[in-house]
């Protein structure tokens, strides 16, 4: 770290060790959950390990002109009216003499009649603007150009920019309907506001704005909240539809078109209570219902931004940064999904209950110091939207779907609960603590109590019948499916609640305390033994003509449960239960298994390959294949080149 140009962070983190060492030495051992049943350790997100070679990163500059075509709503008629701010363009027009400004502007659509509607998009021919016109109120997106014409008809780029309309499309009777119901009997609007790979654990590392905003009161931070599945569609599912990716194999082919359409997503029921619905997500390649999917034959929500994505990522300059997107065209990526979540706030709120779902990958899918790049300006979007009195009227969730999953920071110490403990906050308005007192309390005891995906599905689930008593009150088509017994957080969790009851996979668990025994004699017989079970799959799964074969090349680091006492112990009492980091030839891939090894027979219990996780990234090794699962553990033979072979 550059100390010299980083003293205000370098202060930032003296403060916080200082505190850290308060709280831990002085004090003991802290748990984010502690009870019988589950002991989830704190960690401390500035260990010399996850620091040491840590850098803050300093945010891209994607334009230093000002929007030549602006849009305004005129609340007089509904519609929205087009600008032309001609006065920018003066200079130019003087240096070329006999010339003119023309601004044109190409609507586009969602292609409905395509195949894959998600990856699609229409472009309609070009129309000339004119100043203050009025814009149909069918527009969802445009793409303006302005030109400078010279006396011989030469036309020469000035600006290329995009544009959104949310347009009001709510009756007035409806609107004061809903007026005077709000002042009987409130419905709360929600925002679900989502970061790729960011776990509780370096949102405290790496914002230190937002996570100071986030500690304000009516923020309730859920500090025992644990994933369920590897990567972000498993998580999501299980927050958004109640279910997990294999339940849901069973149903359709995610492959498929129609398949998402068809699952019982959240925002449908809040559409059926009248709710206005929004989705929008940056980085269209890697977006959590089109990876390797097809998305949504029809349009998931009443306002998505998709279309507009898939358009502009093609006829824009791209810059790429962090991995993924950054600057397209004159704006960051990340900034088209939080500028049309404010213009849908600012359109609707007061006017109806809306649900909104935002979700961001551009900054921090791939580095996990991204996210401090980030910092100042998601810090100015809260800001933006507390102006817009979101946090007046709304219950507000900022999550993850994981933690950082590859490299130096999965590798770290802490690496293991960096993964698997993303972010969870959640807001109540000042008169929903008011109104439902018992209900934000339970929320505060909830706090330290282990929670996962499903839980937050419930709680989602409960804001729509918040005259509930207790899940007694919901029928079991309305609870998450994959885990009947989890449960709203705005009731009360049990204190001794294990990870079987939150329906999280033992894979997953970060309940069980650890022993490390990477030098003993079993951990490399073990590695060896969950080599040969990943070539036999890939036998199994007629890979082996794209996919090399495995072969052990070293064990990282090995580390044996501790079972708590659950109920659940294995009935042998020589099986336990280890975690294993190797590493293999070729091209070096580092993995992680969670598996069942009893230490008499010295045979490992059956394990599905595809739970392996991947600790290095798989971007290179994997080009061949299209199967998301397999793409972690497949080493592609055409990407192997004659240093990289044993």
Same mark, same amino acid.
């Given at each position: ?35 019988? +049943?589950?002991?989830?350790? *704190? ?36 519609? *929205? ?94 609107? =004061?309907?809903?007026? $005077? ?30 996570? $100071? ?114 600057? +397209? ?12 979540? $404010?213009?849908?706030?600012? &359109?609707?709120?007061? &006017? ?216 659940? =112990?294995?009935?042998? =009492? ?34 599905? +390959? ?31 080149? =004659?240093?990289?072979?044993?």
């Amino acid at each position: 770290m550059n100390w010299k140009n980083e003293q205000p962070f370098a202060l930032f983190l003296l403060i916080c060790l200082s505190f850290w060492n308060m709280k831990n030495v002085q004090g003991g051992v802290r748990y984010f959950v502690k009870s019988p +049943v589950c002991q989830m350790p *704190y960690v401390n997100p500035f260990a010399l390990d996850t620091i040491r070679n840590f850098q803050r990163k300093k945010i891209r500059i994607c334009h230093v002109d000002s929007d030549m075509v602006t849009s305004k709503f005129d609340f007089a008629t509904h519609q *929205y009216r087009l600008h032309i701010h001609k006065h920018l363009a003066k200079p130019i027009l003087k240096a070329k003499g006999n010339a003119t400004l023309q601004c044109e502007y190409q609507e586009i659509k969602r292609d409905k009649t395509a195949k894959i509607p998600d990856n699609n998009y229409k472009i309609l021919h070009s129309r000339p603007i004119k100043q203050h016109q009025f814009v149909p109120n069918n527009t969802d997106f445009m793409i303006t150009s302005c030109y400078v014409k010279d006396a011989k008809n030469h036309r020469k780029l000035l600006q290329k920019d995009a544009i959104t309309f949310i347009e009001d499309r709510i009756s007035e009777d409806n609107v =004061k309907d809903f007026i $005077k119901t709000q002042s009987v009997d409130p419905k709360p609007s929600v925002l679900i506001m989502g970061l790729d790979s960011t776990s509780r654990i370096n949102i405290r590392r790496t914002m230190p704005l937002v996570y $100071k905003y986030v500690t304000q009161p009516g923020w309730f931070e859920m500090e025992g909240y644990n994933k369920v599945g590897d990567n972000t569609f498993p998580n999501l599912l299980a927050v958004l539809t109640g279910q997990s990716e294999e339940a849901v194999r069973k149903i359709c082919d995610v492959k498929k078109p129609g398949c998402l359409d068809s699952l019982n997503f959240i925002w449908k029921r809040f559409k059926s209570a009248n709710y206005t619905t929004a989705i929008a997500e940056d980085c269209q390649s890697i977006s959590t219902f089109n990876y390797l999917k097809p998305g949504f034959v029809k349009q998931p929500t009443d306002y998505y931004l998709r279309p507009l994505l898939l358009a502009i990522e093609k006829m824009f300059k791209v810059t790429k940064e962090f991995g993924y997107p950054n600057c +397209v065209g004159r704006h960051l990526n990340f900034s088209y999904i939080w500028d049309f979540g $404010k213009q849908f706030i600012n &359109r609707f709120l007061g &006017r109806a209950p809306i649900f909104g779902f935002l979700w961001s990958n551009s900054f921090t899918h791939d580095y996990f110091e991204g996210a401090t790049a980030l910092d100042s300006l998601f810090f100015k979007y809260l800001k933006s939207f507390e102006e817009s009195n979101l946090f007046g009227q709304s219950i507000v969730i900022l999550m993850s779907d994981h933690g950082y999953r590859f490299s130096s920071l999965r590798m770290a110490a802490s690496g293991y609960y960096e993964e698997r403990m993303p972010m969870m906050f959640i807001y109540l308005p000042p008169w929903f603590r008011s109104k439902y007192p018992h209900l934000a309390k339970n929320l505060q005891t909830n706090r330290n109590r282990l929670s996962s995906n499903y839980d937050v599905h419930m709680t989602l689930q409960h804001l729509l019948q918040l005259d509930s008593k207790s899940m007694d009150d919901f029928p079991d088509n309305l609870k998450a499916k994959q885990c009947m017994t989890c449960q709203s957080l705005l009731f009360e969790l049990p204190f001794n609640r294990t990870c079987q009851m939150a329906g999280i996979k033992e894979k997953w668990c970060c309940c069980q305390p650890t022993e490390t025994v990477t030098n003993s004699l079993s951990a490399k017989t073990i590695a060896k033994a969950i080599v040969e079970r990943m070539n036999e799959h890939l036998i199994s799964y007629n890979l082996t003509e794209l996919c090399h074969d495995f072969k052990l090349k070293g064990v990282e680091k090995a580390d044996r449960k501790t079972i708590l006492y659950t109920g659940l =112990k294995p009935v042998d =009492k020589d099986e336990h239960v280890y975690i294993i980091s190797f590493q293999t030839s070729p091209k070096n891939p580092l993995f992680e298994a969670t598996v069942h090894w009893n230490k008499r027979t010295q045979k490992l219990l059956p394990i599905n +390959v595809e739970d392996l996780s991947r600790l290095n990234s798989y971007k290179n090794d994997a080009n061949c294949i299209n199967q998301k699962n397999a793409k972690k553990y497949c080493i592609c033979k055409d990407s192997l080149s =004659k240093t990289s072979e044993d």
